[in-house]
């Protein structure tokens, strides 16, 4: 597969929609129009200091900056290196998260994939279904044999949800994780092979 067929999917199929009759969640494609509509979505769980407990940088700082992080995501997407969908309860059409595939070797077929969802919404299985979606995509329509994920490897529910989608933990980076405050962590590294 091409990267311009790659990107026709992405912007004309939803992985939600290709795999799932039973499903709470869509995944919607970031675009300018998603990201105006979604806005205060984004930002009502991303405010929550919270949410960065296992992340690198520090938590965003005002609904602009949050805007500005996702319009770079969007350049992203513009030059073809990455794509991001945004997480919707289809009950009620709140976004809870978002799920990405990005940092890819189209030479080998191999892509990242990284995620975030609110704090409120851990723990009751919307980091997994999503996760389920996004794996299919990536295997059977966008054709890639391996996905990689790279999470703290204190981060137990993050851990959980890999392996529950049929992860495999490879290893581990030591001390690769930088945190904005200077503190360093070891990082998990995950993988999933195309059968």
């Not at 949410?51 to 995501?73: D, G």
């Not at 289809?90 to 990284?114: P, Q, S």
């Amino acid at each position: 597969m091409n990267i311009k067929t790659m990107y026709k999917d992405y912007y004309n199929n939803n992985p939600d929609s290709l795999f799932s009759n039973q499903k709470r969640l869509k995944l919607i494609p970031l675009t300018e129009n998603t990201l105006h509509t979604y806005l205060n979505d984004l930002w009502e769980y991303s405010k929550d200091s919270s949410f960065y407990k296992y992340l690198e940088y520090p938590p965003l700082s005002s609904i602009i900056e949050c805007e500005s992080y996702f319009k770079r995501t969007l350049s992203l997407i513009t030059n073809k290196e990455g794509m991001l969908w945004i997480i919707v309860l289809i009950n009620g059409g709140k976004a809870i998260g978002t799920i990405r595939l990005a940092y890819w070797d189209l030479n080998r077929m191999i892509t990242k994939i990284g995620y975030g969802i609110s704090l409120k919404y851990c723990r009751q299985g919307y980091f997994s279904e999503a996760l389920s979606f996004i794996i299919k995509y990536a295997f059977e329509i966008l054709g890639f044999h391996r996905l990689e994920s790279l999470t703290r490897a204190d981060n137990i529910g993050s851990i959980k949800g890999l392996e529950k989608n049929g992860f495999k933990n490879e290893g581990c980076f030591r001390d690769y994780h930088l945190r904005y405050d200077g503190t360093r962590h070891d990082v998990a590294i995950f993988s999933l092979i195309k059968e």
